[in-house]
């Protein structure tokens, strides 16, 4: 998919929205062998790793002590540590609320450029690329979906990049649904993103009503990164 970007103009546009819909189709597919999985009693070995959907943990109303500055990265990764995430941050930490550092200044980047540096950080932070399906993604590791928004001009301020999750919705210790969720950035809920009308998420169609259409890839979060899984959600919080 990289090498979309170096084609011209109305071409690479043209690849990149051929790219998007076949990769939107992909998931929806997996999608749907998943829930199949989960009413069977099926389930793929990932699971186990991906976290419970605690919506309340990533509230304003319940962070508003510490001040939420928690974005769509923190959430990916599961580290509710309000640090305001930027791919690369978990491998060389920053002061927590400080800004990214002047090489991130995307201000200064085409797209291109943007995106490669994303995926630098991504790479630093060893998240492991599973390129257009999250149904590779192993034990011990759950996966994430990136978009990034591409400037429409170099006169366009930023770029931008964000995450999608999946999270389990569960009763006791079974299992009754996958679910999909973001968050908009830093002192703003976490959602579920919106079903499309045959009742699946739809992460593409989420992604590209707010800009980002760029589809980056799937991505697998290993437990080790993770902060929130072992500490609250079994205390039941």
Known sequence: MDRLHCLPGFLGKTFQKISMLSARHRF????????????????????????????????????????????????????????????????????????????????????RAYRDFICKGVR?????????????????????????????????????????????VHHDTHIEEVIWVHKAGIRRDAQEVPRSADGLYDIFAEASRRGYTDFVGFYAVPDSIQKERHALWYLGL
């Open 124 to 168: 630093l932070d060893k998240l492991r690329a599973l390129g257009s399906s999250f149904t590779g993604c192993s034990a011990g590791e759950h996966p994430v979906a990136l978009f990034i928004k591409p400037k429409k001009s170099l006169e366009d301020k930023e770029n931008d990049f964000h995450w999608f999750a999946p999270r389990v």
């Open 28 to 111: 929806k597919a997996d999608m749907r062998d998943l829930q199949k999985q989960v009413q069977d009693n099926k389930l793929p070995e990932f699971l186990e790793s991906v976290p419970f959907w605690k919506p309340h943990l990533w509230t304003n109303r319940y962070l508003s002590i510490s001040l939420d500055m928690n974005n769509c990265y923190n959430l990916a990764t599961n580290r509710r540590d309000s640090t305001w995430l930027v791919p690369g941050c978990i491998h060389a930490p920053r002061k927590i609320g400080a800004p990214p550092s002047p090489e991130a200044d995307d201000t200064r980047m085409d797209n």
